[in-house]
T-cell receptor
Framework: NAGVTQTPKFQVLKTGQSMTLQCAQD?????MYWYRQDPGMGLRLIYY???????DKGEVPNGYNVSRLNKREFSLRLESAAPSQTSVYFC?????????????FGQGTRLTVV | AQTVTQSQPEMSVQEAETVTLSCTYD???????LFWYKQPPSRQMILVIR??????QNATENRFSVNFQKAAKSFSLKISDSQLGDTAMYFC?????????FGKGTRLHILP
């Protein structure tokens, strides 16, 4: 049972480069999320998607874009990476709607921007 | 905007003791869910316990229980008979309307 799969697990970028973080879930969940985790800051919501075809900004959306490609996949794109985007990124999914189950998380992506 | 506050950045307790982690939140919503997640050094996020806001009864999962005070917007986690494997970061979270917001976390050390 794969759950939530994120790729890549590690990445080093140079300032100004772009990249896309991929996320896929196999639990038929409606809601998907992207978070960043920084020391002392907890998990901060970047973007979320309540259903296929919809996306909404979270707490810290600047510098990021997302695509809900289909019900399974939710990608996060950094168009022009900055050192301030060095972080651990987590993708998560939940059933959403009236079910309000807990979120299931991927293993995280450690991104370093130099 | 909804916020979640964990006022204890770090705590240490002896093995087998009981420890309580604090969490307060602010929301104007009436229907929401509250969670405690654990993040061990492996970085994996693990659900510890959940509480539906409309339920008055406090949730319990084995050694883990919560004290949910809706009027005070407080949601503390009690760990009884703490074990070395409980050493981790603990995050409080609120979910409403398909959005989940986390607190900054409490780093808990269980000492042998």
């Amino acid at each position: 049972n794969a759950g939530v799969t994120q790729t890549p697990k590690f990445q080093v970028l140079k300032t100004g480069q772009s990249m896309t973080l991929q996320c896929a879930q196999d639990m038929n969940h409606n809601s998907m999320y992207w978070y960043r985790q920084d020391p002392g800051m907890g998990l901060r919501l970047i973007y979320y998607s309540a259903s296929e075809g919809t996306t909404d900004k979270g707490e810290v959306p600047n510098g990021y874009n997302v695509s809900r490609l289909n019900k399974r996949e939710f990608s996060l794109r950094l168009e022009s990476a900055a050192p301030s985007q060095t972080s651990v990124y987590f993708c998560a999914s939940s059933a959403g709607g009236p079910w309000n189950t807990e979120a299931f998380f991927g293993q995280g992506t450690r991104l370093t921007v130099v | 905007a909804q916020t979640v506050t964990q006022s204890q950045p770090e705590m240490s307790v002896q093995e087998a003791e009981t420890v309580t982690l604090s969490c307060t939140y602010d929301t104007s919503e009436n229907n929401y869910y509250l969670f405690w997640y654990k993040q061990p050094p492996s970085r994996q996020m693990i659900l510890v316990i959940r509480q539906e806001a409309y339920k008055q009864q406090n949730a319990t999962e084995n050694r883990f229980s919560v004290n949910f005070q809706k009027a005070a917007k407080s949601f503390s986690l009690k760990i009884s008979d703490s074990q070395l494997g409980d050493t981790a970061m603990y995050f409080c979270a609120i979910e409403w309307d398909d959005k989940i917001i986390f607190g900054k976390g409490t780093r808990l050390h269980i000492l042998p």
